[in-house]
């Protein structure tokens, strides 16, 4: 027989067999239409919208029939006088977030696991995991609460020391620490539950091994939970970096102002303001566009970086 | 646990882990209750962290319960955090069942496509587009349906459903159960955990959501809780939200205290019953091995 | 009481005039309307509001009116609204750079064609060639340019009986007011002997309602750089046209108010408080000397007598600078702006949208639209319209929130709006504050300001400089010749001299320099 018919019968048969596979799944993809019409509209649409990044959008002409402009938005932006600090500031804030983010929730996982007081245990991790469902708006409003110069409690204890209250939330200096450990008191908590599992998963024998061999608590922890957390940790650092420009926007949204501009202005609030509040649409769409392309290929090299050294990834 | 006979290092090991847990509780509540304590400042008193009780005023409370605007918008929060939570959780659920069967052809692919919209995002300004294009701006669809289904809650839930027992399915299946029935009857009744917690997600969310309501609904009759806070919190229309003319018997600092610790209740009162499943439904479809 | 018995026949008459217009439903004209709220503390009309009725029977409009929220998030609102092509028919614009983006991009319809479609409307309020002029963009009029009702109502008010208790004179120069913002914070003015007074008190606020705002620190503190003579963002100097910002006599005033902030005579939360914050603190009793509109004043008059009792409050005149100047600011002979979409132009809505905003103009619409309900929310009494304060502002709020439309500044109308008031035995005349406001505060008309159209890096601009006075005022940095010399050579990098062109071109185009 000649090969090539051959070759097409065997396409036609695998063909079949694919549709009759198909045609066996069907109230499983039945059930999966509604979500995939989901991402088509609100996740695929969007991403054929953000052409305009490429275009001079006209809202009369919609996104079609807008004039190309090729990479002006992109250029623009980068000779724009706040691209050096944009960037500058989203990576110091996203940095010092991850640096000064995991190590208390560590030793939050540590403690948990090795207490043997289980009602404290308990109340601490139901304690701790609140703040993480605290919107931002909310925690402004605790913040106002203990960092205003006038009023805070902060600030009225400094008084009672003698000392000139700080204005937390207006100053160059104090901004981005502000930024950084409100951060690190809302997620410390929530961000220990994963330290946590893969303690949990470590096997009981060896502790007892250890103890028997008269290892003293703290070696315990040095020489079997410090190790047993590496993989977590190494995962968990490569993925932030994966996101590091995304330095909270809904937070750095509710808690600047303009006397912080200068250290507290990131890409996604600068994008907001120009792109809603100034109504420059196709600049907006290409800054966040750049974004996004680092923020993919980060994560997509970090992932890679997460498999070879963990064995585990995000996907 | 791990008890035995105690040396004193390792008993001062015990005591530091305990003082550090006691710390990490102050930390976290002493803002809390602070916030709790100006909300009830009266009119000359300097707010301090221990409010005597007879000092306790509940005037910034009565200001805020009887404005109407806040009722409405109370309303306004509860439609979009149940109407939400409904819609995202079927979404969720009816997407991660069928992925989460290893024989479904196609689904490598699938499951790409929807990673691939997690990675990256097209923006605010595409998407708005899209909302307008629907005809959905201005009404509840636009915050409901744009947020409905998160990426990485599809995931968990999915992940979840994988670690289940195939056996019990198999069952079911022989016995000539369909899949929905399968869903339904048997995969979704083990599923407790991991439906509260991620229902509890997407309530929070919805919940706590200002951005949107303020990008898709242009009625003022329409916005949440959220966005009345940020606009009490920044002073923005504070006179919508306490009567201007009448005298105000609250001093600022304690109405929008109050108004956060209102805004905080609902979250509160529900919170604590989730919370024991977080660490069953979260943990098993966190990481992938 | 003429015109209360024809608005008063108008309401008892429609009622019989409805059943002929019921029967004419299907050619009602579909009219979309978007206007900021005008009581941002009250809902949207209701569904049933008898003004909906009328427009249907009497003039073929079924009116759908969106409440925009005041503030950026109303210009946001309606720049988002305008990304997606879906402009309301008839709509407020706020935001200047909006409205020239809007025109660029043709979204507008030029408004000629209407003007004389409203003859009554348009001899009072549009005639004005010059005003027209500032929404004018190659011949073609894009907006409806009202005049300003109420511009210039800011003063800075001191408290008079602290002045009494510490023997202190109300201050009307620059150093005067030093001292005594000083003695207020310092010598317990309240006697409650608790150290939490200030001197002064204002905010950064870009607020455009009848005033210009400038570039820098906004309306609240343009007085001390009025003081010295650089109010306002430009010099109109016909001979050396430049930014005052590069005036050394710019950087004594933000040095002065340096000076205020390192005294700590101003609230130390000046810098991220809003209007409300200022608002709710004064009332308290907080401040000896704060800014603040007559309008807002009058807001918070019962609050503050109840908190303060004996309190009395006294307009200051703006301080002298060195040179003896003095002004509370500039401002723009410009009122609220609308603006027609060139969608419903193009369905033929013209002809409706004149027909509503001729109603509104005066008579019934007028009364309806700016007053409310008569007998339920406003009386009549020797034709002064009369605000029923029984009601609270959040119900009878409701239905004036179209009133911006209607009002036009006439004299009885001031006088209904800014009635006298007596609370704390104290006794204010409100429309005379007005007046005295606008006399006393030597105010600069800018109203030029207006044709310079805004740079495509507008943000960036203004960013740059109030960022860079905010951090000299507030002391996070130096005032020195390096320092300030680096704020001036830093407008290079935001292309400030293109910006400075083409304003003195714009300037000089349209008259405004000469």
Redesign the interface.
């Known amino acids: 027989m000649n090969p090539a018919i051959a070759k097409s019968l065997a396409g036609r048969d695998g063909l079949a067999t694919l549709l009759r596979r198909i045609w066996r799944y069907r109230l499983l993809y039945l059930m999966l239409l509604p979500g995939l019409l989901y991402f088509l509209i609100f996740r695929y649409w969007p991403l054929w919208n953000a052409q305009i990044a490429f275009k001079d959008f006209q809202p009369m002409l919609g996104v079609w029939g807008s004039p190309w402009v090729g990479l002006q938005h992109f250029q623009d932006f980068f000779s724009s006088y706040y691209f050096g600090q944009l960037l500058a500031n989203t990576l110091i804030i996203s940095v010092a977030k991850i640096a000064l983010g995991i190590p208390p929730a560590i030793l939050l996982a540590i403690a948990l696991h090795e207490t043997s007081r289980r009602f404290l245990s308990r109340i601490v991790q139901t304690m701790s995991y609140l703040p993480h469902f605290l919107s931002w708006v909310i925690v402004y409003g605790i913040l106002l609460a203990m960092l205003s110069p006038s009023e805070g409690l902060i600030n009225h204890g400094l008084r009672a020391l003698g000392l000139e209250p700080i204005p937390f939330l207006t100053s160059t200096a104090t901004f981005q620490p502000v930024v950084v450990l409100s951060e690190v008191w809302k997620e410390t908590g929530w961000s220990a539950i994963l330290f946590l599992a893969a303690l949990l998963s470590i096997n009981p024998a060896l502790y007892e091994a250890a103890a028997i061999d008269g290892a003293s608590r703290w070696q315990q922890v040095r020489h079997i939970s410090l190790p047993g957390l590496m993989d977590v940790l190494v995962l968990v650092v490569l993925l932030k970096i994966g996101s590091i420009l995304d330095a909270g926007f809904h937070q750095i949204f509710v808690l600047y102002s303009l006397p912080v501009y200068s250290v507290g202005d990131i890409i996604d609030t600068w994008v907001y303001r120009q792109g809603i509040q100034n109504f420059q649409f196709s600049l907006a769409t290409a800054v966040g566009l750049f974004k996004g392309l680092i923020g993919l290929v980060l994560i997509v090299v970090a992932n890679r970086l997460a498999r070879r050294f963990t064995g585990s990834s995000l996907y | 646990?791990?008890?035995?006979s105690l040396?004193p290092?390792?008993r001062l090991?015990?005591w530091s882990?305990?003082l550090?847990?006691?710390g990490?509780?102050v930390?976290?509540?002493v803002?809390?209750w602070?916030?709790l304590m100006?909300s009830f400042l009266p009119?000359?008193k300097?707010?301090?962290?221990f409010l005597a009780p007879w000092d306790w005023s509940f005037e910034a409370y009565a200001q805020l319960i009887f404005?109407?605007?806040i009722w409405?918008a109370a309303l306004n929060s509860l439609v979009l955090t149940l109407g939400g939570v409904a819609i995202s959780l079927?979404?969720?659920v009816?997407?991660a069942?069928?992925?989460s069967?290893r024989?479904?052809?196609?689904r490598g692919l699938?499951v790409g496509?929807?990673?691939f919209?997690f990675?990256?995002?097209?923006?605010?300004?595409?998407?708005?587009?899209?909302v307008?294009?629907?005809g959905l701006?201005?009404t509840y669809w636009s915050v409901l349906?744009?947020g409905?289904?998160s990426v990485y809650n599809?995931?968990v839930m999915k992940t979840f459903f994988q670690s289940l027992p195939e056996s019990l399915e198999e069952a079911a299946r022989i016995d000539g159960a369909?899949?929905?029935q399968v869903?339904w009857h048997v995969v979704l009744p083990l599923s407790r955990p991991i439906l509260l917690t991620i229902g509890?997600f997407y309530g929070?969310a919805n919940?706590?959501?200002?951005?949107e309501p303020?990008?898709f609904l242009?009625?003022?009759?329409l916005m949440p809780l959220?966005v009345v806070?940020?606009d009490i919190?920044?002073?923005?229309?504070?006179?919508?939200?306490v009567?201007?003319?009448?005298?105000?018997a609250a001093?600022?600092?304690a109405l929008?205290?109050a108004?956060?610790v209102l805004?905080?209740l609902p979250?509160?009162l529900v919170?604590?019953w989730i919370?024991r499943y977080?660490?069953k439904g979260?943990?098993i479809g966190?990481?992938?091995? | 009481m003429k015109i209360g018995s024809r608005v008063l026949c108008s309401l008892l008459l429609c009622g019989s005039l409805a059943a002929p217009g019921a029967l004419a439903q299907a050619n009602l004209t579909e009219l979309s309307v978007a206007l900021y709220a005008a009581n941002p503390e009250a809902p949207a009309p209701p569904a049933n509001w008898e003004v909906y009725r009328l427009l249907r029977e009497k003039l073929g409009i079924n009116l759908r009116f969106t409440m925009l929220p005041t503030g950026a998030d109303g210009d946001n609102r309606l720049g988002a609204l305008a990304a997606a092509n879906d402009l309301p028919d008839l709509f407020e614009v706020r935001s200047l750079a909006l409205f020239d983006r809007l025109v660029q991009q043709g979204q507008l319809a030029p408004v000629n064609s209407l003007l004389p479609q409203m003859p009554k409307r348009t001899a009072e309020r549009y005639s004005d060639a010059r005003r027209n002029l500032l929404v004018t963009t190659n011949g073609q009029i894009y907006g409806l340019q009202e005049p300003v009702t109420l511009s210039r109502q800011y003063a800075i008010w001191v408290r008079k009986d602290w002045l009494d208790k510490l023997g202190l004179k109300a201050p009307t120069t620059l150093e005067e007011f030093f001292e005594v913002a000083k003695a207020f914070t310092e010598r317990d003015p309240d006697g409650n002997g608790r150290n939490d007074t200030y001197g002064f008190a204002g905010v950064i606020d870009f607020d455009t309602a009848g005033i210009l705002p400038g570039l820098g620190l906004g309306n609240h503190f343009q007085w001390v750089y009025g003081a010295y003579g650089v109010a306002g963002t430009w010099n109109y100097n016909p001979r050396a046209f430049a930014a005052n910002l590069r005036d050394p006599n710019f950087r004594r005033a933000t040095e002065y108010i340096r000076r205020l902030v390192e005294a700590r005579v101003i609230d130390p939360d000046w810098a991220t408080m809003r209007r409300a914050d200022l608002r709710t603190r004064w009332q308290q009793g907080r401040y000896g000397m704060f800014f603040e509109s007559v309008g807002g004043l009058q807001a918070g008059l019962q609050n503050f007598h109840a908190n303060n009792p004996g309190a009395e409050l006294l307009m200051l005149p703006p301080p002298r600078g060195p040179e003896g100047k003095s002004t509370m600011g500039t401002y723009s002979s410009a009122g609220w702006l609308f603006a027609v979409s060139k969608r419903a132009m193009d369905a033929g809505k013209g002809p409706a949208i004149a027909r509503f905003l001729e109603w509104a103009h005066s008579g019934e619409g007028y009364f309806l639209l700016g007053w409310g309900r008569y007998n339920v929310d406003y009386t009549l009494p020797n034709n002064v319209p009369t605000i029923n304060t029984q009601i609270p502002i959040s119900v009878r709020g409701s239905y004036t929130q179209m009133r911006w439309l209607a009002f036009n500044g006439n004299p009885l109308e001031m006088r209904g709006r800014y009635p006298e008031i007596n609370v704390g035995g104290r006794r204010y005349v409100m429309h005379q504050l007005m007046a005295q406001a606008q006399r006393q505060g030597n105010w600069i008309d800018r109203t030029g300001d207006l044709v310079v159209k805004a740079a495509s890096n507008q943000a960036d601009i203004e960013r740059y400089v109030s960022e860079n006075l905010v951090q000299f005022a507030l002391g996070q940095r130096p005032i020195n010749d390096t320092t300030w010399g680096q704020f001036l050579s830093g407008l290079r990098n935001v292309r400030f001299e293109q910006y400075e062109e083409a304003a003195a071109k714009a300037l000089r185009e349209s008259g405004y320099l000469k």
């Open positions: 646990m791990r008890k035995r040396s290092s390792d090991f015990e882990i305990d550090f847990l006691v990490v509780l930390v976290t509540l803002p809390m602070y916030v100006v009119f000359g300097s707010p301090s962290l404005q109407p605007t409405r079927t979404l969720t009816m997407a069942y069928p992925l069967r024989e479904l052809p196609g699938i496509l929807i990673l919209t990675l990256f995002n097209a923006g605010l300004i595409p998407t708005f587009l899209v307008k294009d629907l701006l201005n349906l744009n409905a289904v599809l995931l369909n899949d929905w869903l509890l929070v919940w706590n959501n200002f951005f303020i990008l242009s009625d003022r009759s959220p806070l940020r919190l920044t002073g923005l229309n504070v006179a919508e939200y009567e201007g003319t009448a005298a105000q001093p600022a600092e929008k205290m108004a956060v805004i905080t979250m509160l919170y604590p919370q977080f660490t979260v943990l966190s990481v992938k091995e």
